[in-house]
């Protein structure tokens, strides 16, 4: 399912339009990644909890050149499965 699909379903079992439904989800998105910049961890209770974690540096290797390199440290986003989810998907 793409966003363009879930948009659809939204507007489709929510009774609004589509315009609705990706404006009321793109603000969803916005929130939750705006509470995770803060460090800030997301939780949608039965589905999962998302949160930031920095990923130390690391050596890696270029596969066109087979040089060696360096991967600087950053920060990924972290999904962990809710209970309802983890069962579902058994």
Same mark, same amino acid.
């Given at each position: 399912?793409? =966003?363009? $699909?879930? /948009? *659809?379903?939204? &507007? $489709?079992?929510?009774?609004?339009?589509? !315009?609705? *439904? $990706?404006? *009321?989800?793109?603000? !969803?998105? !916005? %929130?939750?990644?705006? *509470?995770?910049?803060?460090? $800030?961890? /997301?939780?949608?209770?039965?589905? +999962?909890?998302?949160?930031?974690?920095?990923? &130390?540096?690391?050596?890696?290797? %270029? #596969?066109?050149?087979?040089?060696?390199?360096?991967? #600087? &440290?950053? %920060?990924?986003? =972290?999904?962990? #499965? +809710?209970?309802?989810?983890?069962?579902?998907?058994?």
């Amino acid at each position: 399912m793409n =966003k363009g $699909e879930l /948009v *659809a379903t939204i &507007a $489709e079992v929510g009774g609004i339009t589509k !315009v609705q *439904a $990706e404006l *009321a989800l793109n603000r !969803v998105l !916005v %929130n939750m990644a705006d *509470a995770m910049e803060k460090g $800030e961890r /997301v939780t949608l209770s039965g589905f +999962g909890s998302f949160r930031v974690v920095e990923r &130390a540096e690391q050596k890696g290797r %270029n #596969p066109q050149t087979g040089q060696s390199i360096v991967i #600087p &440290a950053h %920060n990924v986003v =972290k999904f962990k #499965p +809710g209970k309802n989810l983890s069962y579902r998907l058994q």
